[in-house]
């Protein structure tokens, strides 16, 4: 006579149910994670009916209970499974995981920006955080920010909904201070990449500092009227305009580009071997009255088809 084991029909029922489970969500809109989470508990329940069957029709006077302890370690790693996803929605760690699944690139429009200028303002300081940034003049008394963003994110809902979300503008004296803000990330584990791309209009008349934080930058000067500078970024563009009445000095730039008689280069010897020397540069179209200076940078390209 065939003897029963408990756990043989546990296991069969519970992939029975499993199968049923993982097709019928298709058809609800259930994903893996809800799947295991709610379905989980049947296990005991299977296995708990097949020994009360076992015990009630057993014809012994003390019955004993014989497993199949193959099938029973079977169900226990789904079982456990199930259990490991239940605690990691409780704790809402699966949920962070559903959601950096759930990422794609997307890209919105940075809120406008603007802070009006008047005669008491002389200078601008802007300090960055990485983003790629087009700065460039303008006629107009005002400094404005406006450009793009992208980021991995679940959200379809944009992620800046403000101007105060992107910089803070804060004026003392004869200085307006600008100060850029990074992209909201999530903190810990599950970090959401971004890119901004930027661009800043300046007054030309008003003198501008910019402290970079070794990232790219792009010079627009036009018909500037004053003088800039520019310190620490990695990589910087200046677009020279025709008839420009300007001078740009490289100081301590690693590399110098342009069109061949654009820069005059002086070497500076380096104290730790002659591959790391950097250079000091000057360019000048017209007169060379006002000055940008550029200092810190890994390279400088100059592009005077403007």
Known sequence: MRTWRVGTFSMGASLVFLGLFLFFSKFLGLDLVQVM????PLLLVVLGIEILVYLFLSRQEKPVLKYDFLSIFFVGVIGTAGIVFAILSTTGIM???????????????????????DDSIKRVVVRTVGHQMTIESTEDKEVSLFGTYRVQTAKKAKLLESADNVISANQKGDTLYLNMKSLPNDIGL?????????????????KLEVNGSDN????????????????S????????????????????AQEVRGKEGDWK????KADDGPDNSRKNAVYQAGEGKYHITIANAYEISLNTNQ
């Open 265 to 268: 280069v002086a070497k500076e």
């Open 95 to 117: 949920g962070k995981v559903e959601e950096v699944m759930a990422r794609e690139e997307r890209s919105f429009e940075l809120p406008d920006f603007s802070y009006q200028i």
């Open 216 to 231: 790219a930058l792009t010079l627009k000067p036009r018909t500037l009227e004053n003088d800039w500078n520019i310190e």
């Open 190 to 206: 599950f970090n959401g990449y971004g890119e901004t791309a930027a661009t800043l209009l300046v007054p030309k008349h008003v």
């Open 37 to 40: 989470t709610a379905w989980w």
């Open 233 to 252: 970024v990695s990589s910087i563009v200046v677009d020279v305009a025709e008839k420009s009445n300007l001078k740009v000095d490289a100081i301590g």
